[in-house]
């Protein structure tokens, strides 16, 4: 249970300094025939400080609750 709350604080540190993440997905750009032209496409995934923050939250109760027993 100790564990838990100090990888939940953790993920919670990371997911509240870093709040976005960038990726590449190919993508056909022509398809004629025989040729076939691919181009990378940025793809965009964040998220809000707000939910590192709970998830800090919740890993403090978690670990409190586990010290308490």
Do not use: H
């Not at 976005?20 to 400080?49: H, M, R």
């Not at 939910?51 to 409190?64: D, F």
Request: charged share 15%.
């Amino acid at each position: 249970m100790r564990t838990t709350g100090i990888i939940l604080i953790i993920i919670g540190i990371i997911l509240t300094v870093v709040t976005s993440f960038k990726f590449f997905t190919k993508e056909k750009v022509v398809d004629i025939g025989a040729l076939e032209i691919t181009a990378d496409k940025p793809n965009y995934l964040s998220w809000s400080p707000i939910l590192g923050i709970v998830i800090i939250v919740v890993g403090g109760v978690v670990l409190w609750q586990a010290k308490k027993n």
